[in-house]
């Protein structure tokens, strides 16, 4: 069984590498998408300061619905162009969102919730869902974090199967 540890002390370019290392690990001999987003959600809530949600939405017809998540209670089901996750979703772009209330239709699940990224899951140019990460913090996420959380995205995206999940 893997832990994750707390990325505490490093550049945050060194913690991306390092979870990547630690999920490599998670998704060694499992190829099953839902179980290796499950350890994702888990490993990233836990080992990443100042989150208080974690979680993957699966695309469905048109729009995307919940999957594994770590935090509060989270919305079920998002229209494609709405809201960040859905923005996102819809333009195959990583969205970095400093400050949720000026975006505009966004989506409040946690009123804690100050910030937001979310990265899109596109694999052999089909959009499978996004990864959505929220933080009471103001402007948390930046540019080494889409990276990172690109990379994680990739690794996933190359490592598993989403066919039982695709909508």
Same mark, same amino acid.
């Not at 590498?17 to 060694?28: I, R, S, Y």
């Not at 499950?38 to 490993?43: E, R, Y």
């Not at 949600?53 to 770590?70: I, K, S």
């Given at each position: 069984?893997?832990?994750?540890?707390?990325?505490?002390?490093?550049?945050?370019?060194? +913690?991306?590498? =390092?979870?990547?290392?630690?999920?490599?690990?998670?998704? $060694?001999? $499992?190829?099953?998408?839902?179980?290796?987003?499950?350890?994702?959600?888990?490993?990233?809530?836990?080992?990443?300061?100042?989150?208080?949600? +974690?979680? !993957?939405? !699966?695309? #469905?017809?048109? $729009?995307?619905?919940?999957?594994?998540?770590?935090?509060?209670?989270?919305?079920?089901? /998002?229209?494609?162009?709405?809201?960040?996750?859905?923005?996102?979703?819809? #333009?195959?772009?990583?969205?970095?969102?400093?400050?949720?209330?000026? !975006?505009?239709?966004? /989506?409040?699940?946690?009123?804690? %919730? #100050? %910030? =937001? /990224?979310?990265?899109?899951?596109?694999? %052999?140019?089909?959009?499978?869902?996004?990864?959505? /990460?929220? %933080?009471? $913090?103001?402007?948390?996420?930046?540019?080494?974090?889409?990276?990172?959380? =690109?990379?994680?995205? =990739?690794?996933?995206?190359?490592?598993?199967? !989403?066919? #039982?999940?695709?909508?």
């Amino acid at each position: 069984m893997h832990a994750p540890q707390p990325a505490g002390g490093l550049p945050k370019t060194d +913690v991306y590498v =390092e979870l990547k290392q630690q999920l490599t690990g998670l998704l $060694e001999g $499992e190829p099953d998408g839902l179980p290796n987003c499950a350890n994702a959600t888990a490993l990233l809530y836990h080992a990443l300061p100042a989150l208080n949600w +974690v979680g !993957f939405y !699966f695309l #469905r017809a048109h $729009e995307l619905v919940l999957g594994p998540f770590q935090g509060k209670i989270a919305c079920v089901r /998002i229209g494609l162009g709405t809201g960040v996750c859905g923005t996102a979703a819809e #333009r195959r772009q990583t969205l970095i969102v400093p400050d949720v209330q000026e !975006f505009p239709g966004h /989506i409040a699940c946690d009123a804690a %919730s #100050r %910030s =937001e /990224i979310v990265v899109p899951m596109v694999k %052999s140019g089909h959009l499978l869902g996004v990864l959505d /990460i929220d %933080s009471p $913090e103001l402007d948390r996420f930046d540019r080494d974090d889409a990276r990172g959380l =690109e990379a994680l995205v =990739e690794l996933l995206l190359e490592r598993s199967e !989403f066919d #039982r999940l695709a909508g």
